[in-house]
């Protein structure tokens, strides 16, 4: 099971493409494991389609007379914290 093909298209739509097919000796329990494991990845992939086309849109946000704007984007990196450091 494999994600083929994912495209991204200027109007907005995302098509991915995904090969679903069992192995042989695999289990039923192995098999869906994967398939939610694809499925999940479908969804983080089209998560972040959407995320990055709401950024583009630039749009002005206004909020209790205040105005905001999209910082765009902008390559960030998160450290988790450690089990002592909580």
Not at 24 to 49: C, I, M, P
Not at 62 to 68: L, P, S
């Amino acid at each position: 099971m494999q994600i083929t093909e994912i495209q991204g298209g200027s109007s907005g739509k995302m098509v991915i493409s995904m090969e679903v097919s069992s192995q042989e000796g695999d289990s039923f329990l192995s098999s869906e494991e994967k398939l939610a494991d694809l499925l999940n990845e479908v969804g983080r992939q089209a998560t972040a389609h959407l995320l990055k086309e709401q950024d583009e849109s630039a749009k002005i946000i206004y909020n209790d007379g205040v105005v905001y704007y999209s910082k765009g984007i902008k390559k960030k990196t998160m450290k988790a914290p450690t089990v002592g450091s909580i």
